[in-house]
C-alpha cells in the first residue's frame, strides 16, 4: 500500500488519536498520548486502488511513563502523642497516590520549623510511616512540625511508542 491508502477502517481509533499520511502510507499520533487513558490500540488499516480493498491490522502498545506527579491524600496530618512514648512507635501514616502504572514512591522527610525535630522522629521510605526515633520531650518542644516528601522513580521519563 503506497500512495493508494485512503483511510482508516472502523475500530480503534475512535477518538482520532492517530491518523494516516496517505501519500507515505504511514501512521502518525495526530493526539497527545496518555497511557493511564489508553494503553492499547488495535487499528485497521485499509488500503484501496479504487476497485480493491485490502485490510490490516496495527496494534499499537503505549508504554507507560512517569508523567504524573504523586498526590498525597491528606495536605496535614495531625497527631497528638504523650512524651512518654518509647522510641520506634508509629505515629502516624502517611499516603500518598500517583496515577502512573509502575510508581515507586520514596517518602522522607524534608524540613522541620525546629531543627530538632528532625532527629527525634523517623519515616519508612516506602511504606510512609512515621516512627518515633528517640523519647520526646514536652518542657523542650511542644509541637513538631515536620515537612515530607514524596519522590516517584524516573523509570523513564520519555514516552514511548510501541508499534508491533
Ligand atoms: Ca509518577
Ligand atoms: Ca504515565
Redesign the pocket.
Known amino acids: 500500500m503506497s500512495s493508494s491508502v485512503s483511510s482508516f477502517g472502523t475500530g480503534g481509533n475512535s477518538d482520532s488519536v492517530f491518523e494516516v499520511e496517505r501519500t507515505a502510507a504511514t501512521i502518525i499520533i495526530a493526539k497527545h498520548l496518555d497511557a493511564e487513558q489508553c494503553s492499547f490500540y488495535n487499528l485497521t488499516v485499509l488500503a484501496t486502488d479504487g476497485t480493491n480493498t485490502a485490510y490490516v491490522q496495527v496494534y499499537i502498545t503505549v508504554l507507560d511513563s ?5 498526590i498525597f491524600s491528606q495536605q496535614v496530618y495531625e497527631v497528638i502523642i504523650s512524651e512518654d512514648t518509647p522510641p520506634n512507635t508509629e505515629v502516624a501514616q502517611i499516603l500518598a497516590s ?3 502504572e509502575h ?1 515507586q514512591l520514596t517518602y522522607s522527610l524534608h524540613s522541620s520549623i525546629d531543627s530538632r525535630s528532625m532527629s527525634l522522629f523517623h519515616i519508612h521510605p516506602t511504606l510512609g510511616t512515621i516512627y518515633t526515633a528517640q523519647r520526646l520531650d514536652h518542657e523542650a518542644c511542644v509541637q513538631h512540625i515536620l515537612t515530607i516528601i514524596v519522590s ?1 522513580a524516573l523509570f523513564n521519563n520519555k514516552p514511548i511508542l510501541c508499534v508491533k
Open positions: 512517569n508523567d504524573n506527579d504523586p500517583d496515577r502512573d510508581h516517584h
